[in-house]
Nanobody, 124 residues
């Protein structure tokens, strides 16, 4: 059974940092792209960052580029999102997900397994 579990969310002041982690099990995740999405209240789930099957290819939403860094450790079946210079607009539930193939995607329909989400709240 495929399982993704996020951790590391919390409350932080604007300008602060958080590091989200995603632990994966039940699948050979090293051959699949992975990504982070977020959903704020009354908004659709949106793409944040994605990483290909290796650490060589990454892609970020314009809103987080230069502030967030996505990485993965295939040996440990984990993925991380380092979030710096956080803004109140970053407040949302953050989800990790695995893609249907090895190449990174930004469309959430390309992802078939999702975690339960972790709340990130940035106060002003």
């Amino acid at each position: 059974q495929v399982q993704l579990v996020e951790s590391g969310g919390g409350l932080v002041q604007a300008g602060g940092s958080l590091r989200l982690s995603c632990a994966a099990s039940g699948r050979t995740f090293s051959i699949y792209a992975m990504g982070w999405f977020r959903q704020a209240p009354r908004k659709e789930r949106e793409f944040v960052a994605a990483i290909g099957w290796s650490n060589e290819n990454t892609y970020y939403a314009d809103s987080v580029k230069g502030r967030f860094t996505i990485s993965r450790d295939n040996a440990k079946n984990t993925m991380s999102l380092q979030m710096n210079s956080l803004k109140p607009a970053d407040t949302a539930v953050y989800y990790c997900a695995t893609s249907r193939g090895p190449y990174l995607k930004t469309n959430r329909d390309e992802y078939n397994y999702w975690g339960q989400g972790t709340q990130v709240t940035v106060s002003s």
